[in-house]
């Protein structure tokens, strides 16, 4: 931390702070100027917050220099974190990218869920995702159907081999979802409930974030912190899209400059979910590709039987013939990417 203080502060108030962080720890050196003094300061901020010094008569300003999500920090781990699945499927570092696929909501039509499973799988995908709980603006819109969702979801998923995603919205369903998914999901609406962060940090199942509506990227980390910091280290960050004044032709604005941002202060794999970020159908496998071009680990994509009639999300949907075209777009161009960055990653070493 830095520590500048107000140009007429005190030698008595300068020494309070000195002593303050020599007591928690801190390694101190003050700099006198002619205008102000600046305390430079080295140490743990859980033993002495910056809000605490900042408190301090005397004090202008703190400015703190190490982010403070520590264990999603790539000074904590330089190296990439890649999250393994028992069927061999390997999410972060230079592993291919993975491609997440299904419903908004899994509905009350079995037989139209293991199309679009069936689809994924013939396309390379390795996850089928889908809505048991839905968080919805309006009450009167539809909510999910709960557990019997999670059945279809379950029996789709060992009926094709795919791992299976969902989102979790209260704690008090983590023991009932443990038994049905391979990963758990915390929607954009979820990121700052910190009870629920906190719950499935202290189970082993890997976890989706998704970034909050107005989550800036310090905020994004520092809610996949309060996860790992109950243990889970398992965590995939998602970018989708944040709230935009302009609305006119996309539902959110998908910030692609985060996915780098990211890769550089974090060592968590990302992941890209064009049809949330845009929500719009003609531009998911242009940002889809974006995604991949600047880093991310995998994509996300909404794809129904019968976008049409779907009870949730049909307009940014694919219909399985337009995900099969689409996909076969993107496998082809993340192969070419994967291969380039295998190349290059081998010239470097």
């Known amino acids: 931390m830095i520590i500048i203080m107000e140009r007429n502060a005190t030698k008595v108030q300068i ?4 002593d303050l962080l020599k007591d928690n720890g801190f390694e101190v050196r003050c700099n006198v100027g002619n205008i102000h003094t600046v305390i430079d300061a080295i140490g743990d901020k859980t033993t002495v917050t910056p809000g605490r010094i900042a408190a301090l008569d005397g004090v202008k300003e703190v400015k703190v220099i190490r982010e403070p999500f520590r264990l999603a920090s790539r000074d904590r781990k330089p190296e990439d974190t890649v999250i393994e699945f028992p069927n061999g499927v390997k999410i972060g570092g230079n592993n291919k990218p993975v491609a997440m696929v299904g419903p908004c909501s899994v509905e009350n039509d079995y037989a139209g869920l293991l199309r679009v499973a069936v689809a994924a799988k013939e396309m390379g995908c390795e996850f089928l995702r889908g809505g048991a709980f839905k968080p919805r ?3 009167y819109d539809f909510q999910g159907y709960g557990e019997k969702a999670l059945r279809y979801l379950k029996r789709a998923g060992e009926e094709t081999g795919l791992l299976t ?3 979790i919205m209260d704690a008090s369903d983590l023991p009932m ?3 049905y998914v391979d990963v758990l999901q915390i929607g954009a609406r979820n990121v700052q409930n910190f009870k629920l962060l906190q719950a499935v940090g202290r189970c082993s199942k890997p976890v989706i974030l998704k970034r909050g509506l107005a989550s800036t990227i310090r905020e994004f980390l520092l ?3 309060h996860i790992m910091y109950q243990g889970n280290s398992k965590v995939i960050l998602c970018e989708r899209g944040i709230r935009s004044f302009d609305s006119a032709f996309t539902r959110n604005v998908m910030d692609i400059a985060s996915i780098p941002v990211i890769k550089k202060y974090s060592h968590l794999p990302i992941i890209v979910d064009p049809s949330h970020g845009t929500g719009q159908r003609y531009l998911i496998e242009p940002m889809a590709k974006a995604g991949l071009v600047v880093g991310a680990d995998g994509v996300m ?7 049409e009639n779907a009870l949730s999300d049909g307009k940014q949907s694919l219909s399985i013939p337009m995900f099969k075209d689409i996909m076969a777009r993107i496998n082809t161009f993340n192969n070419r990417l994967h291969y380039e960055k295998t190349c290059l990653s081998a010239n470097v070493k």
């Open 15 to 18: 020494q309070r702070v000195i």
């Open 137 to 139: 603006t309006s009450p």
């Open 165 to 167: 995603v969902s989102e």
């Open 177 to 179: 979802m443990l038994d």
């Open 223 to 225: 809610a996949a912190e």
């Open 301 to 307: 994509i909404e794809v129904h039987h019968d976008p």
